[in-house]
């Protein structure tokens, strides 16, 4: 068992289709990030609010997973590399037919302009 293999619980659902504290704003995201701990879904660091991240700092929980779908690699906080991983408890992705950026009612016609001011 290697060190990394304590911050994964392969068993863990998600938390939803969608940043879980975007979703209590009323707000949107650009990609999504899976905590490999907890299941806590949350936004990237590309998007306005960058939950992912948050939620790894505030609960130390330091390994995510994309949740994007087509894509499976996992990202540890601590030594800030990628790595492979295990396979997730299911959904390993928001649903296919979820935009991106996401959700569609609450994406703002000048989101690309947002993102670039938030760089």
């Known amino acids: 068992m290697s060190d990394i293999d ?6 863990i659902p998600p938390s939803g289709d969608g940043c879980v504290e975007c979703e209590r704003l009323g707000s ?16 990237c660091d590309d998007s306005l609010h960058r ?5 790894a ?16 690699w996992f990202w540890d906080y601590t ?5 492979e991983g295990p396979v997730l408890a299911p959904p390993r992705a928001h649903p ?6 996401g959700p569609a009612d609450r ?13």
């Open 28 to 43: 949107w995201w650009l990609h999504l990030r899976r905590c490999a701990f907890c299941g806590h879904v949350g936004c």
């Open 79 to 83: 030594t800030e590399t990628a790595f």
């Open 96 to 101: 296919r037919s979820q935009t991106t950026p």
């Open 57 to 72: 700092h505030d609960s130390g929980h330091r390994v995510i997973q994309s949740f994007e779908p087509g894509e499976e």
């Open 6 to 11: 304590e911050f994964i619980r392969a068993d």
């Open 51 to 55: 939950h992912a991240t948050k939620h």
């Open 107 to 119: 994406v703002p016609a000048d989101w690309e302009e947002q993102l670039a001011g938030n760089a």
